[in-house]
């Protein structure tokens, strides 16, 4: 059994990056980390090509994690929470995965687990960050049939992020 995890964060060795590392570790099974920033990846050109073939007709690395995910047995997905929700690159890595789900629906019953960081404390809830960030990988989990087994929240680094919030 693979478990693949996957980081959206461009920044090495990050918050992102460690608590998914400590994730995979931690199913003491074969796993493999994917850091975004590693692979080029045209966002999802909405054409439904890969409604007739099961895949993409964009030939770039995309297509290549596209075929990674299918193979493996569970998948983590970690990422950002910029404007308060998912950030661009995690997010265009899932909209590429949707050729996985034409012809057999090839994530189905699989694990699937989000991890998000953010800075904008809990306390303020009009920017939800963290919860719009984990929905956007746990929605796509669910649309796809996976076992969505849940999702890790990690208060990141705050420096220089943190609004001005006028009352
Ligand atoms: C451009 C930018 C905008 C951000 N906006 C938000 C935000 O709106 N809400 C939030 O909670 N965090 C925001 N963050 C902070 C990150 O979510 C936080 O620093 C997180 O810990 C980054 O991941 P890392 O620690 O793995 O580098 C922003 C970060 C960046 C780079």
Known sequence: MKVLGVSGSPIRNSNTD???K?????????????KLTDYTIEPCRACLGCRKTGQCVIKDDGF???????????????GYTPYSTLDSRTKAFIERL????????????KPGGAIVTYCIPKSI???????NGVDAIKYYMMEEEMDYVGDVQ?????LGYLPTIKS
């Open 154 to 158: 990690i208060l990141g680094n705050m």
């Open 18 to 20: 460690r608590a998914l």
């Open 125 to 131: 809830p009009m920017f939800p960050a963290s919860q």
């Open 98 to 109: 949707y050729p996985n789900r034409h012809g057999i629906a090839h994530m189905k019953g």
């Open 64 to 78: 290549e994690l596209t075929e990674k995910v299918k193979e493996s047995d569970a998948l983590i997905i970690a």
């Open 22 to 34: 400590l994730a995979l570790e931690s199913t003491g099974l074969e796993t493999e980390f994917i």
